[in-house]
């Protein structure tokens, strides 16, 4: 209970106490004396009767201010209880708020550092297939459409579908003349193969011909070995001949001289 409610609870049994005094009361007559008699012990009854209902209703009354002044005083200190609390709660948002800054700031520095990085990647995958695609040039002209794009797509996954997508054509393509290029060098080893044998048959059929030409020749040789001997010994029989007829005119021309 507080101060206010304690002097107001003194104050109303004061008053009680100060209507508990004795009244002063004339000596009367007796038949005034048995009336006033009655009338003061029906007074008395109704004044005990209404004291009594005003010491109950007071103590009813300081029973509640107690039981207000108790309620108070739980609520004063459940209201500085939660006061101190709030505060605690305020400290503690305060360090969660700051906290929270220093996350978002940090958040806020990874997500650019991260949008950095796939700028970068960005650049170097376009870059890097373009130069991929200008090496491949000779097969196919992959560059004038540009990236392929997606609707599905966009940003740095529309990049890196583009860059997917471009290099799936090239290797495509890259497979499409490597097969070519081996179909090709196969019909080429086939024709050699071919010619080798057709070569092979020719070179057999041109041996044997010089084997023949070989023996004609060996034949010729021998039958022009003959002729020069034959050749050889008709003309030393025709220079005999010769000398025995120049023999025979020098005896002419001696024996015509002489006669």
């Known amino acids: 209970m507080s101060a206010d409610e304690d002097a107001a609870a003194d104050a109303v049994l004061s008053d009680v106490e100060e209507e508990d005094d004795p009244i002063p009361i004339a000596i009367p007559s007796p038949s005034q004396e048995l009336e006033q008699e009655r009338a003061l012990r029906q007074a008395a009854e109704d004044s005990k009767s209404e004291l009594q209902d005003k010491f109950l209703r007071l103590k009813s009354l300081a029973h509640e201010a107690i039981k207000k002044r108790d309620e108070c005083s739980k609520q004063r200190d459940q209201g500085a209880k939660e006061k101190e609390e709030a505060l605690e709660a305020n400290v503690k948002i305060a360090e969660e708020l700051n906290q929270t800054k220093k996350l978002h700031d940090e958040a806020v520095k990874v997500r650019d550092?991260?949008?950095?990085?796939?700028e970068n990647s960005r650049h170097m995958l376009v870059s890097g297939i373009e130069k991929i695609s200008g090496k491949v040039s000779s097969f196919k002209n992959f560059a004038a459409a540009g990236l392929p794009r997606s609707q599905k797509y966009s940003g740095f996954p529309a990049v890196a579908y583009g860059v997917i997508k471009r290099t799936n054509e090239i290797v495509e393509e890259l497979v499409r003349q490597i097969d070519a290029t081996?179909?090709?060098?196969?019909?080429?080893?086939?024709?050699?193969?071919?010619?080798n044998y057709a070569i092979a048959i020719e070179v057999s059929q041109l041996e044997a011909t010089i084997d023949r030409l070989r023996e004609e020749l060996e034949k010729k040789s021998s039958s022009v070995e003959r002729l020069e001997k034959a050749v050889a010994d008709n003309n030393g029989k025709l220079l005999e001949v010769e000398r025995q007829l120049l023999s025979e005119k020098i005896q002419m021309e001696e024996k015509e001289a002489a006669s």
Do not use: D, F, P, V
């Open 182 to 195: 081996a179909k090709s060098r196969n019909e080429a080893r086939e024709q050699i193969e071919q010619r």
């Open 113 to 118: 550092g991260l949008l950095s990085e796939m």
